[in-house]
């Protein structure tokens, strides 16, 4: 005498192949749209992506890239580059994100604490930090040469070129577009 299963047909089906069982539920065109665009993003944005948590800077998440070519940085372009920071282990220097504030060619000059790219005001250095300590600002001024930047951050107490002095265009890492 045949036993019967206690096994329902579609479950049985979804194991064993020999039930056709439909889904029941259908996603909207956009639904699909969507995922079709942030699965890109999921699977290679991590490596393309970089935040930043410093207040020096108006945007939290980079997009990363190679640094283009020397004739092709403009004013405004953020750069990360390694820079020894007072407030962190000297032995490992922090990887900083800051725009060009001066190109080679352009004219650095320093005005009572300003310091100013062809006459366009970039900042003031603070001659101490929040803490009390004595700071040393930059005291380059003229033509910058080939291959040499100013940098600069947003933030009016950004650790910069106002104290670091020019960075070579070889000590660039990164360059960075700003997402959010």
């Known amino acids: 005498m045949a036993t019967k299963s206690n096994l329902s047909p579609k479950l049985f089906g979804r194991f064993f192949g020999t039930a056709k069982v439909r889904s029941q539920r259908r996603y909207p065109w956009w639904a699909w749209a969507l995922v079709a665009l942030c699965a890109p993003v999921a699977v290679f944005g991590p490596s393309k992506l970089f935040i930043t948590t410093t207040a020096s800077l108006p945007y939290r998440i980079w997009y990363r890239a190679e640094v283009p070519a020397a004739a092709d940085l403009k004013v405004g372009h953020y750069l990360a580059y390694r820079k020894a920071h007072p407030w962190t282990d000297s032995e490992n220097p922090a990887l900083m994100v800051k ?41 380059f001024e003229g033509i910058i040469e080939s ?34």
């Not at 005005?111 to 009390?132: H, I, P, V």
């Not at 104290?163 to 960075?176: C, D, Q, R, W």
Request: proline content about 5%.
């Open 99 to 139: 725009a060009i504030g001066c190109l080679p060619g352009q004219a650095l000059r320093i005005d009572r604490g300003s310091y100013y790219c062809n006459d366009t005001w970039l900042g003031e250095a603070l001659r101490e930090d929040s803490k009390g300590n004595i700071l040393s600002p930059s005291t």
């Open 147 to 180: 291959g040499h930047y100013f940098m600069v951050g947003a933030h009016p107490r950004a650790w910069d070129s106002k104290y670091y002095g020019l960075l070579k265009y070889e000590e660039f890492e990164l360059y960075v577009s700003p997402i959010f």
